[in-house]
């Protein structure tokens, strides 16, 4: 069995991935969440203290990647491109002009800043076991091809508000934009995973949106070098 780190924003971030990384790959991995750091309470996956992209930015260094990969086989790196309208985020989603950056763009400078405190050692040595997952401009835009089927399911903006207005269609509840962690979102996430029920039901909704068949693409490769 393959073993797979995760540093991501928020638990409800390690949740999509580990739904999507174990219904994606030939063999299912043991997903080892490492940032933030979490608990299992009543069997739920619950966080403990902050996360946020910039603990994220924090692990992205040598020594740190160094260490996780002595004993995971793969490490994937996620984190999402809305705050980076911050300074401190280091990229910025704007052009010279004050236009929007196109996404493949925006993606790749975010790609870079992921990299820009690893060393070219580091990135040769871990090359395709080190996996990034950049969000454009939050996960849950991922998760809204598998309630649209019109143009909402390319969206990169306001995506909770959007999945929220799908799943109250629905009766399905809401996601909690303040608290994530709370039992109640832990149960509509539970919910809404439910429908990523193997690759090609994945695959479906990563058509639609640009950084989801990305980190598909890394995983396709993972799964070639376990054939």
Known sequence: MITIGLICEGVSE???MTRIISKYLDEEPFINPIEPDTRVERGHLVQNGYGGWMQVLRHCNDETITNI?????YLVIQIDSDASIQPIYGVTPFNADGSS???PV?????MNRLQMNLSKEILEKYYGRLLFAICINEIEC????LYYTDRNRCKTHNCIFSLNKALSRKNMGCININDKNNSN???VYTKVLKNFRNRQSIQECAQYQYSF?????????VNDHKR
Do not use: F, G
Not at 69 to 73: F, G, I, S, T, V
Not at 106 to 110: A, C, G, Q, T, V
């Open 106 to 110: 925006l993606y790749n400078d975010i």
């Open 101 to 103: 950056k196109e996404i």
């Open 213 to 221: 068949a990305k980190l598909l693409e890394q995983l396709d490769l």
């Open 69 to 73: 990969l002595e004993y995971n086989d």
């Open 14 to 16: 390690i949740n999509i």
């Open 142 to 145: 991922w998760l809204l091809p």
């Open 185 to 187: 979102t832990r149960e």
